[in-house]
């Protein structure tokens, strides 16, 4: 358990200035992330959300070395860079730990840039990279990516007469990259900022690659009030859509108040209470599509019981 | 030291000679040996170098962004499809200034598939701020490879290079080269320069921002600047290296152009071929000269004046075609730099996909430009020579 | 900021001056204000970890204040409060 008091104590390495949307998840996440690390950072920013509206030129609201090259190698280019330092390492003329960490939105995670990921995955690059997952291209106006969930409206996957929204689940990248079999991965929500927090510490004291896939919500593009952003993010964890779990050296856990309803001790809540709170549903609250929305809980329960087994319940 | 060495192999040696921090590389038809010689050296502990083996061109070149920005010398070697799987990422190198140094051997994009020499990899990237010097036989392009890391890390360029050379005309062909001594390579090459590295944690620096319509415009500016200044650089490095050598390296190689009254321009392996046609033309009594064009970017426009100003026809050699252009990227590029003068200049599309350019061939051509300099008539500006 | 020539800024768009977006107020975003009661607040910090602008200033360990030159109004804060210290109110409203 962090305290937040000693976290209070450190400085903030995402200054404020920054243009992100009120509400917005990816800042409240960069800030947890940065004030879990305990060694000095650099980061690789795919392009997105958090990267235009951080360095706004000639503005940067990055207290630590920052570079964003495009949208698909955010993995790569911090592969480059840790490779360099691995190599002034070696020779003698670096001695200090510094730690490697990528952010790339969903799309440029998922979509985009899972290659470079993957590569540096395999690779062994000592990095952590982060997905702030808010299930769509939010930055160029909330186009569906691989992440959007099912019969979420986007402008590219638009609820219609005759179409739902999307109509396929997402992927599960958590899943994908734990398949990279590297050595410690997971889910996290900033509702819950000691599970991000101690997964980000865990992450960054393992040697080798790391992930974690952290669910970001959108007040644009899920179409929620601007304050309920943290409400948002927790009941995605209740409603086991989100739920946390981490993978370490192959053994795989729930984490958090995951656990906790696994072991019976919280409550598991309904996911389409969750999406009747989000606008991007709005269109499947009818009577048409009651047996559409039935079916996402059926999955988001299935896919509970897959994780749960995997995890050994 | 004499060495009979493939292309391939003489990359592979000027690399180890280098010995760069990160190299990170994709495997491709026909640069794939002399990544597998580097491989080599690095597995028998002959280099300190970090190597990369990416999952991708785009991987790779986004790997050498990150690491030159870390703050260290970076190599990497592609060709063709590689190349333009990478091509988003050059303009990323070249606008964050990264002095990246890149062997492409050159080979024909798809489709239809093709993995022999055409330029079409290189000028297709002939716009992304890249420095361009390409090489006529194995022992230019060992040369031109330790030039470009001067080139490339001066305080007035900070540009990336790309050391270009045939596909298997001369990554695959055994020629006699000799090689520096590994301690004269790193005398003139120095020690590598980090200026704002990602690395320095204690002095934070933010690469590649969203730069709006307020300062766009003036950051590639600089990169329009940086190109003018790398003209001298590479002029003083091609001198310096060439006393240490007793060869010679310039922007532009004449040949028999003292008294010529026609011209053909070419790059890269067929200056060769071409020297052996004008000799023989010469012979016959034409008055034919030759301009080798070893630096591409920034192109010597200036200098490719004086030298053709006055001839009476210039037949310009393009290994590539730029599809509904008038004539191909060399030829634009020479026309336009003539521009005033009352020469007459012709274009030849040749050797796509490695189609043989035969001594016969440009032999034809240059009897051609005798022709077109008597009757001041062009038949054809734009000809395909050696299409069926 | 004065707009500079290519001649007098760092190529590429380099910025070296680490966190200078502090010079760019985004609390005229705001349209609702959080207003803090001090007595109310236990210091929980709750509001401080969840807030996207690193607001809430903190010294301590103690609440100081709201940064109200880049708070952008999100109500965040308020909402996350266990205490219900925080209440947001219209901007111009006393």
Redesign the interface.
Known sequence: MVS??K???KE?L???????????????IV??VL?AAET???I?NATGCL??A?????????????????F??A??????????????K??GE?T?D?KFLAFGGDGGTYDIGI??L???L??GHDILYICYNNGAYMNTGIQRSSATPKGASTTTSPAGRVIPGKKRFPKDLTAIVAAHNIPYCGQTS?SF?NDLTGKVQKALSTEGPTFLNIISPC?RGWRH???????MAEEAVTSCFWPLYEVENGAWRLTGYSKQIAEGKKEKTSVIDWMKKQGRFRHLFTETRKSFLESIQEEVDREWENLKKRCGY | MIHAFSGNAAVAYAMKQINPDVVAVYPITPQTVAMERFADFVADGDVDTELIMADSEHSAMSCCIGASLAGGRVMTSTASAGLALMWEVLFVAASNRCPIIMNVMNRALSAPINIHCDHSDAMGARDSSWIQIHAENVQEAYDNIIQAVRIAEHENVRLPVMTNMDGFTLSHATERMETLEDQQVQKFISEFKAIYPLLDVDNPVTYGPLDLYDYYFEHKRQQVEAMELAYDVIKKVGQEYGKMTGRSFDMLHPFEMEDAEVAVVVLGSTSGTARVAVRAMRQKGIKVGLVKLRVFRPFPKDELREMLKGMKAVAVMDRSDSFGAFGGPVFSEVRSALLGEDVEVVNYIYGLGGRDIRQDQIEQVITDMSTVAKTGKVKSFVTYLGVR | MKEKGWKECLWGGLIVDAGNSVLYKTGDWRSQRPIRDEQKCTDCLQCWIMCPDAAIKVKDGKIVGIDYDYCKGCGICCKVCPFDAIEMKEEGEK
Do not use: F
Not at chain 1, 14 to 28: D, F, Q, T, V, Y
């Open positions: 937040l008091k976290l209070s104590e903030e995402l200054a404020p200035g920054h243009r992100l949307c009120a509400g917005c998840g990816a800042s409240i800030r947890q004030l000095p950072v650099v690789a990267e235009v951080t360095t706004i030129y000639p503005y940067t609201a990055w207290r630590v070395p920052w570079v964003h090259s495009a698909e190698n993995a790569a280019t911090i592969a480059g860079v840790e490779t360099m330092y691995q190599l002034k070696r020779k670096i200090r510094i290659q470079a993957s590569g540096a395999e690779r900033p900022y007040p009030e601007t304050d309920e952003s943290i409400a």
